[in-house]
């Protein structure tokens, strides 16, 4: 392994001298990444107004960085309230893949939800070509995808107004999967969604398999 030389301080006056050029020649450049003065120092010298524009432009980022943090946290609370909801509307359903396909999506304010299996032993549930739930989830428990490919496969005729989906393996032995579509990509957030639908997809598996004639 080779490692490069130190820069020596005409080499560093050289790349300052490039960086300096460059931010003359786009002076929106910071504005525009507001969240790079997170790592900028003001110069100790500098007060008055170019000082207030630096700690406005940190103030900016923080606040940036605060609100996505924080929608998350949103996201995944509300999701985690819609799931609560869909898990209570298993109990006691004489029909629980019924349930899910018919009751969850309301619930979870999603476009469909279904449960597919490869080799499905029930007209019940959506048929994987063998292969697929390896193929597809390559050792995840749970895969969200934006604009998902092969959606037809796992959502069926509602496959084109799917903006995101979810797929969520089942525990057990029998490859399954819990596959949700959501019209709108915000119900299924990117970040908060794990222990959900984590939850959802036990709590199918624990129905299914309390269920006469479990698929």
Do not use: N
Request: with cysteine; proline share 7%.
């Amino acid at each position: 392994m080779t490692f490069p030389a130190p820069q020596t301080e005409d080499g560093r006056e050289a790349e300052a001298a490039r960086v300096a050029a460059y931010l003359s020649a786009h002076p929106g450049f910071l504005a525009e990444r507001p969240a790079l003065y997170r790592a900028l120092h003001p110069p100790k010298r500098v007060h008055g107004e170019t000082l207030a524009d630096h700690m406005a432009a940190l103030l900016v980022a923080a606040r940036a960085e605060t609100g996505l943090v924080a929608d998350a946290a949103r996201g995944g609370l509300d999701l985690t309230i819609r799931v609560a909801t869909a898990i209570a509307a298993l109990i006691g359903a004489a029909d629980v893949l019924g349930a899910v396909s018919a009751e969850w999506p309301a619930l979870l304010g999603l476009e469909c939800a279904s449960l597919v299996a490869e080799g499905a032993p029930s007209p019940g549930l959506r048929d994987l070509p063998a292969g697929t739930v390896a193929r597809m989830m390559q050792g995840r428990e749970i895969l969200v995808r934006d604009h998902p490919a092969e959606a037809a496969l796992f959502h069926g005729e509602a496959h084109a107004l799917i903006s995101r989906d979810a797929l969520v393996v089942l525990p057990g032995a029998r490859p399954r999967l819990l596959a949700l579509g959501a019209r709108e990509a915000g119900r299924l957030p990117l970040r908060g969604a794990t222990a959900p639908l984590r939850l959802l997809a036990h709590a199918l598996a624990r129905a299914l398999d309390g269920a006469v004639g479990e698929p």
